[in-house]
């Protein structure tokens, strides 16, 4: 008995301060699966704590259950509607674009370590593909707000690369074990079967799972735990069908968060619960099964190996692959630098272990120094890099409460606070839409009467029937500032049907053709700009610059106007 009382108190004692640790890491700029990490090495075997683990079997098990709820977790929280901006480039970064940062690195690999090809495409295999559990929590922590195609084809390339990268693990690892193994029209068929009974199985039963929870919806904090064991059944099922069960977990995940009124907010924030115990514990329990003394001797070439992944390998296949989709090359890059590796690679690299390969301990050691440069290098750098290459949106405040209002279409009631020196701070209620409804408004936790001279304060409480045309201009005017919103979109707010030759006119302004004199400014800009338009986007117009400001069932409706003297 007193030894169970002690394993407990140790395994509750490390996880507690990973996740206070985890809390705090944000605030000094260090990634927070990284301090999970650190507490698992300092409570292992070289660390403070002493703690023997070699359990791989374990680590196999728990990794897996742990990655399908965060991949069920990141497909309830990714919405339809992005998928007419982001599939088809996502699709292709989730498939070749794992194959060629694999191959290109396997070669690098094989040549830099001295090895057998297949245990250097082995390497390139395992960390080929980008982390759903690390994107998802990096983009949230990063501290910038991303337009909504970049955003979507990373969230969703994570969340559909994995069935590949587990596909070219598992075919090496028969290959090495069995050398006489025959390749062709078997491999394709495997891997079609690891996608299409993925998908089906997440589909179906994905949907079957969201109209069960639809009809016992009541308690939310049991609709988590339905959500979580459901999502767990799935994966299960897709497995024992030879399909992909991290495939079905995040499609099953896209169904229930899709699926009539979706989830609630509060059902949301505890799957957020269930995330961050499957990624604390996951990366607390990967930690204590590294032996820091083995890595130091793999720090050289997993530095090596790291740097070429994220300078050559992920850039170049980035490159080729989405120029086909005109992403801007700003955009190229920043989905180039955020590949990020995390629990996905590590869990791959317990494979060898788990099928006796002998070289599987320096595999293990290579990879988890790639995915710690790469959480430390690309995870720190993510907003940075994204306000310098201009593709941070101004800040925009979180809804406290948000509920869909059943028979009315387009219509929901949201709560948001007002925040301090934002563009609401100090204005009248003016600053509302005509098609957003203010319910309530209360300060210091009290309802306050309002009339034509009531101004909003930091800290008040609004409560609005809205649409989503209007819900993103009022988030962003409750959070940011008049000059960020200012230095991003312009001094001026403008409706899409106002005719180019009227807007010169108004400004003075002349030097484009009678044809484009003639469109409206919705017409110029679909002219100019290349595929779907998203917020954020922006033409020239002889001097004057159009950006995107609200865009309503695919259309921007309003652009913001910078006028020449503000370049």
Known sequence: MENIDVIILAGAMVLFIGLLLGTLSPRVGVPTLLAFLAVGIAAGEDGIGKIQFEDVDTVFLISNLALAII?????????????????????????????LPAALTGAFATWLLGVDWRIGLLVGGIIGSTDAAAVFSMIRSSGVRLNERVSSTLEMESGLNDPMAIFITVMLIELIT???MSWGLQTLGMLVQQFGVGVLMGILLGIALAEL?????????????????????????????????????????????????????????????????????????????????EMLESLVPGLCIAAFLMLVARPLATWLLLKPFNYPKSEQIFIAW?????????????????????????????????????????GMTLGPLARTLKLALPHAAQPINEVELAGLDDRFIVQYAVGADS????????????TTQLLALSRAGAPLECD?????????????????????????????????????????????????????????LSGVSERDASLTLEQY???HHRGQPVLGDAVELVGLRLRARVIEGGRVTRFGIRLPHAH
Request: some cysteine.
């Open 178 to 180: 069995n050398p006489a």
């Open 71 to 99: 991949l069920l977790d990141g497909g309830l929280r990714t919405r339809l509607e992005h998928f007419r901006v982001a599939l088809k480039p996502a699709l292709t970064l989730a498939t070749l674009g794992v194959v």
């Open 423 to 434: 563009k609401a701070d100090g204005r009248s209620l003016d600053l509302i839409p005509p």
């Open 213 to 293: 929870l639809v009809r016992v919806r009541g308690n939310e904090g049991l609709h988590a735990l339905l959500l979580c064991t459901g999502g767990l059944t799935i994966w299960a099922l897709a497995n024992m069908l030879g399909g992909s069960g991290f495939l079905a977990a995040y499609i099953a995940g896209l169904m229930a968060g899709n699926w009539r009124q979706g989830t609630s907010d509060n059902v949301l924030r505890s799957m957020d619960s269930m995330a961050w115990l499957s990624q604390s514990g996951l990366f607390l329990m990967l930690g204590l099964l590294v032996t820091p003394r």
């Open 338 to 378: 955020t590949g990020l590796r995390g629990a996905v690679p590590v869990v791959l690299a317990v494979f060898p272990l788990v099928a006796g390969i002998e070289e599987s301990r320096q595999i293990f050691n290579i990879v988890f120094v790639v995915v710690m440069a790469s959480l430390l290098l690309q």
């Open 452 to 508: 034509d001279h009531t101004t909003l304060q930091a800290g008040d409480i609004l409560t609005l029937m809205t649409t989503p045309a209007d819900q993103t201009p009022m988030s962003e005017w409750l959070h940011a500032s008049p000059q960020e919103l200012r230095t991003f979109y312009g001094d001026f707010i403008v409706n899409s049907s106002v005719p180019v030759a009227d807007l010169l006119d108004n400004y003075g």
């Open 525 to 527: 800009f679909q002219e």
